[in-house]
């Protein structure tokens, strides 16, 4: 079987040539429940276990792991009242003795500046002024409702070693494209308006489309059959006749 050319197959082989080139060990997108959370712990400890990294490298990997999946888990956004979070991300990549760890889920927009505000006080830190900070948090301030008052980021900064990469670009927005021109709609729209990208932008999105669908192997594998009883709808008219 050819993974590159069968259909059913050729986005599982993208899939995992994109693993083995940006090293990735894991990665898990979806509902962070209390299960989920311990499954993967359990996996990503057993990653570690059989890594080439030091024994102290992978004992703060895995602190740093569970601060994130936990962090994760108290912070996610729940939209309707009983239900779960499905947008949270996950990432494991390792190279070379070293690991990446990276986690994402969606913020209300208006927690946006305090987020950024916190993380950037926590990179602004050296080793000294870091392990100052994380006393006097311990001695002075009481846990929220959701866990700490930022103890998870400022452990994660302190046993990494490291800044926090992060980025906070929301580009959350509704589109809509008229398949059929119509005089009395705009032919693209989008919802807020405020969005950060004007209509311009999609003005070649039909085109694009139109080039995309021409090596969409999926379609046109299911196309084939159709227009091969359109090729043949003729001749068998004519022996009719």
Same mark, same amino acid.
């Given at each position: 079987?050819?993974l ?11 899939? *995992? ?14 509902? *962070? ?9 359990? *996996? /990503?400890?057993?990653? $570690?276990? %059989? ?14 792991? %569970? =601060? ?16 779960s ?28 500046? /305090? ?9 602004? $830190? ?23 008052a930022?103890?998870?980021?400022? =452990? ?16 959350? *927005? $509704? ?5 059929d ?17 004007? %209509? ?14 021409? %090596? ?5 594998a ?6 091969? /009883?359109? =090729? ?6 004519k022996?009719?006749?």
């Amino acid at each position: 079987m050819n993974l590159t050319s069968d259909t059913g197959y050729s986005l599982i082989y993208s899939l *995992f040539r994109d693993m083995i080139k940006y090293k990735i060990n894991y990665g898990y997108q979806g509902n *962070f429940t209390q299960a989920v959370s311990d499954a993967l712990i359990a *996996f /990503a400890q057993s990653i $570690f276990s %059989v890594s080439g990294a030091s024994m102290k490298t992978r004992r703060r990997a895995f602190y740093i792991l %569970v =601060e994130c999946i936990q962090n994760i888990t108290r912070h996610q956004e729940i939209p309707d009242e009983g239900a779960s979070g499905e947008d949270g991300i996950f990432l494991i990549q390792s190279a070379a003795g070293m690991y990446n760890i990276s986690q994402g889920n969606i913020i209300l927009d208006e927690q946006k500046a /305090a987020l950024a505000e916190k993380l950037d006080m926590v990179n602004g $830190f050296d080793k000294e002024e870091l392990n100052q900070y994380y006393k006097t948090i311990l001695r002075g301030t009481s846990l929220s409702e959701k866990g700490g008052a930022g103890l998870g980021l400022i =452990e994660i900064a302190r046993k990494s070693g490291n800044k926090i990469d992060y980025k906070l670009n929301p580009k959350i *927005f $509704f589109l809509g494209v008229l398949v059929d021109d119509r005089k009395d709609r705009h032919p693209i729209c989008l919802e807020p308006e405020d969005c950060g990208y004007n %209509v311009e932008n999609f003005n070649d999105l039909k085109s694009l489309a139109s080039e995309l669908e021409k %090596v969409d192997e999926e379609k046109q594998a299911k196309d084939q059959p159709l227009k091969e /009883a359109a =090729e043949k709808q003729p001749t068998e008219e004519k022996q009719e006749t």
